[in-house]
Every structure is written in structure tokens, then in C-alpha cells.
């Protein structure tokens, strides 16, 4: 079974910055794309930023040019690097992998973390 777990989160001032990270755990060989998703109060989980195995990127508009994704393909973790905070960035943020091969030979498809509260304050 494989598991993602982030980290990361917190109460930060607008303008300031967070980084999360999130951690992918059992027996793998690769993973195809990770990323991130937001979900706020009342609204329904979006896109934040995905990357890929070969390291393309993409973006939501709102994350443009203010979030970062990276990942390190030997630990199987993935990272966002989020400046210039904005309250509308508070919410739970998700990591997210996708085709998940384990050593075994077993494909994982969509597999989510538990999720990391970001509060960002006025």
C-alpha cells in the first residue's frame, strides 16, 4: 500500500511564505505526476500546481509566478514553494500522485494525502 503524507502547513501573514512537502511511502518504483490541490471553506478542491516525472509544470493562474512545485524523484517527494501569501490562498491543501508503480509491480492510480491546513491572515 503506498501513502502520501504532507507537511508544511501553518498560520502565515499575508507576503509571507510556506513551503510543503509531501512525502510518498511504500515500496515505489516511480510516480508518474504529483501535485497539489486547495480546497477552501465552501468551495469545491482545485488545481494548484502538478509536475511530472520529466518535471513539467503547471500552474493554476492564481499560483502563477508566486508558487513553486519541485519534486525529487529519489525520495518520492514533492514540494511547493508558496510566496507572497494571500488570504484567498487559505484552505486545505492536498498532494496528490498519480500511477503510482510499487517495486511489485503494482499501479496505484489517484492517490491523495490526508491534507494540511494553510491559514493565511490579513
Known amino acids: 500500500q503506498v501513502q502520501l503524507v504532507e507537511s508544511g502547513g501553518g498560520l502565515m501573514q499575508a507576503g509571507g511564505s510556506l513551503t510543503l512537502s509531501c512525502a510518498a511511502s511504500g515500496s515505489i518504483f516511480s510516480i508518474n505526476a504529483m501535485g497539489w490541490y486547495r480546497q477552501a471553506p465552501g468551495k469545491q478542491r482545485e488545481l494548484v500546481a502538478e509536475?511530472?516525472?520529466?518535471?513539467?509544470?503547471n500552474y493554476a493562474d492564481s499560483a502563477k509566478g508566486r508558487f513553486t512545485i519541485s519534486r525529487d524523484n529519489a525520495k518520492n517527494t514533492v514540494y511547493v514553494q508558496m510566496n507572497s501569501l494571500k488570504p484567498e490562498d487559505t484552505g486545505v491543501y492536498y498532494c496528490?500522485?498519480?500511477?503510482?508503480?510499487?517495486?511489485?509491480?503494482?499501479?496505484?492510480?489517484?492517490?491523495w494525502g490526508q491534507g494540511t491546513q494553510v491559514t493565511v491572515s490579513s
Open positions: 496528490y500522485a498519480d500511477s503510482i508503480a510499487t517495486v511489485t509491480g503494482q499501479i496505484w492510480y489517484s492517490q
Open positions: 509536475i511530472t516525472s520529466s518535471g513539467s509544470t
